[in-house]
């Protein structure tokens, strides 16, 4: 089977599953904007899943590429899956206890000593969230798209139903004075919050619940000197995960810290968390692109036409990149309104958000030389760097222009890393990347905003009008310049 139809039919089940988890997922948006009309509400919500962040990728410590890798090269991959699996499950237990124990002390570190059972609950997510993770990626490394789709569906629908069980039925119910028995005694008004993240809890079980079988069946394999070699390959992608981190989410908690005293912080993080979200669509893009393509990249290795198809692939990724970036951009006036009318000031910050997932695309299909070559070392370097841009942009930055230092930081952080990469890559394994015209999409998809921007027609209707002419010719200029490519894809 040719090899990009084998990657384009995986992107598709990955973004089928990912599309219909996200706009399950992102109704909560929405739903969170008008259930927390405070924005500091919102703002803790999106503080706390930024520690979350962090310790996911901790708690994984780099374990699943690992497993794609070393089950790839095995005559016992049974073995490499059981391995992972039980040293996941050690760690995640010693996490546990952890957290159990030490939970107040946490939350009086971070500044939530009066909301502690937070940090519990989520620190019970993150175990097993890091659990499932190696069932997931198994579920990848077979091709199993449609159940790995399936499952991820499952785990965001129960999500969402008890978000609005919690936060929307019960007080309708108290408010029309309709008794519901316990649950009615239960429920606690100041506890909003909360109610988030036991949906997390509730879901996250669940979903594990689904690998049972297929963890126990896992046996007792495990071998000490397989999983030493693991280790060592996935330690600096577990520093390379953390520095990602800080580059994803490190700005919801500088803000905190960063902003004058006079500013609720909180709340700018509440404006800033929801704007963010707006530019779900290229995170999705990105998502559904790398879920299908991580195990792809090791298949195609032996290929002896791989460095051309690695090329190729981020041709094209490019090219619908732009695209999204466009549709999103020109059409602000429209996606605003996914979130409530008091987050709206904060819109500015979607086109470079935008940018920067973009720029983070780019640079996940720069890095397959070093996850080929095993010099992982590379990845927590780059990404160490373009932590290192996020921390100084949004400490320098943050104290004078507020939210959209965070936003530029981001943008800053993924170039950066982008062309590290990029060059540094050209010494050890030569890619013919089309370099010219990746640019030249590039600077015509900012270029179309920018113009757009400048012109500033008044009236939404004659300013989406002139919007959707952009871009319209700006496909015009894929066509005219990939009429043969495209012509040989539409027959495949």
Known sequence: MNPLKQLAGQTVIYGFSSVGARIINFLLVPFYTRIFTDAAEYGIVNELY????????????????????????????????????????????????????????????????????????????????????????????????????????????????????????????????????????LYDENFRVGYVFISNLIASCLTLLWFLKDIVSSGYKFSMRLLKSMLFYAFPLLIAGLAGTVNEVLDRIMLRHRLPADVDALEQIGIYGANVKIAVLMTLFIQMFRYASEPFFFSQEKNKNSKVLYATVLYYFVIAGVFVFLIIALYIDLFKHIIGSDYHEGIKVVPVILLGNLMLGIYFNLSVWYKLRELTVFGAVFAFCGALVTILVNYYLIPHYGYMASAWGHLLSYSFMVLLSYFVGRMYFQIPYNVKMILFYLICGIGFYLISEIIKIEGNFYRLTLNTLFIVIFTVIVIINERGKLSEILKS
């Not at 962090?54 to 590429?65: D, N, P, Q, R, V």
């Not at 890798?69 to 391995?83: A, C, G, I, M, Q």
């Not at 206890?97 to 939530?112: D, E, M, S, T, V």
């Not at 940090?119 to 198994?138: C, E, H, K, Q, T």
Request: glycine content about 4%; proline content about 3%; overall charge positive.
């Open 50 to 185: 930024a520690y979350v962040a962090f310790f996911i990728i901790i708690l994984t410590y780099g374990m699943e590429t690992a497993f794609f890798r070393f089950s790839s090269k095995s005559n016992e991959p049974d073995l490499v899956y059981s391995t992972a699996l039980k040293s996941i499950i050690f760690t995640s237990v010693i996490f546990t206890l952890l957290i159990w124990f030490f939970y107040p002390q946490i939350a009086l570190k971070i500044g939530y000593e009066d909301q502690k059972i937070f940090v519990l609950l989520l620190g019970m997510v993150l175990s097993v969230d890091a659990v499932a993770s190696i069932p997931f990626a198994r579920l990848r490394l077979r091709n199993s798209a449609l159940k790995f789709a399936l499952i991820k569906l499952f785990n965001i629908c129960i999500n969402v139903f008890f978000n609005i069980f919690f936060l929307l039925i019960i007080p309708w119910f108290l408010e029309n004075e309709i008794n519901i028995g316990f649950i009615g005694n």
